[in-house]
């Protein structure tokens, strides 16, 4: 039998809070996947994957502007990676029946620099979602 030390103590009074935080963080975006709540400013998007397979899921959106923009900024976000695929998605706007299609446009420079900085998430929401690195679409009307 291995005797504990005071250094491997150390280490598991470490690794235990950091597993439970992931495992929290886990739980979170997995309940977060399943429910998808609507909200006032909530939007459906419509991805396609390589077999063109439609993907919907609920996003919220932000307005800059005359801009819409949606974010990933949760770790699951295989609609993101879609869309910047083939960028030709459709949006139903929560106000809207039917869905409308866009041309998702990745933000570069200024543009993405100043979206970040204005959308910026609490250190709250950044604790749920894990600090997930966070990456804007440009829906532009097609």
Known sequence: MKKITAKSGLWFLLIIPIVIYVGWVINYEVNLGRNQPMRGNSI???TYDDQ???HERV????QLGNELY?????WPRAWYRQALQ???VEVKLASADDFM??????LEGIEDERVKERFKPSLRSQLRMGFA???Y???VPR
Do not use: E, M
């Not at 996003?59 to 932000?62: D, G």
């Open 133 to 135: 690195p966070r990456q």
């Open 59 to 62: 996003l919220s959106l932000r």
């Open 101 to 106: 299609k866009y041309t998702a446009v990745p």
């Open 52 to 54: 063109d397979a439609r």
């Open 86 to 88: 083939n960028p030709n």
């Open 137 to 139: 679409l440009r829906l």
């Open 44 to 46: 459906i998007i419509a």
């Open 70 to 74: 949606v974010s990933a900024n949760h």
